[in-house]
């Protein structure tokens, strides 16, 4: 087998190794920082975080998704109740006398049509008997597979 088209899995010593560089790295940027930040008062420390730009761009991205959901939120609900110049220009004048006669339905939606209720046994009253349970006795039971 070809080591080079087929890389070995990375060993427990190169990733200690490598843990061991970049922890190394982090450690030489928390002392340089803490060597630019001795000797100096509070006040200075936080005037060099409040210049730092990722600061500032982080205060103008927040001011410029407030201002945008504010706009998205005022100009909808005052201009609620106008009509939309496009949709009043662009409807037609129908006269009442030329205007198409609709034939009345015999049914409302609502209600179903005649004979359905008494088709479907709605209102329909069956007798069973109390002492018999129909799960329970009976041939072709659903639950007899079961037990």
Known sequence: MNSKSNPPLASTRAELRNL????QATIDELRAFLAEMK???PQEMLG???GNRLFR?????????????AVGTVVPYLN???????????KPAVEPETAPEVPEKTAKPDEPAPGAIET???GEEKQAP???NPLETGTGGFLDELE
Request: aromatic share 0%; proline share 5%.
């Open 39 to 41: 000797g100096r008062s």
């Open 20 to 23: 061991r560089n970049n922890s």
């Open 80 to 90: 609620r109740g106008e009509p939309k110049p496009a949709a009043v220009a662009n």
């Open 130 to 132: 109390r002492d018999v």
């Open 120 to 122: 479907l046994g709605v």
């Open 48 to 50: 060099m975080v409040a």
């Open 57 to 69: 761009a982080t205060l103008h991205s927040c001011a410029l998704v407030l201002a945008i959901i």
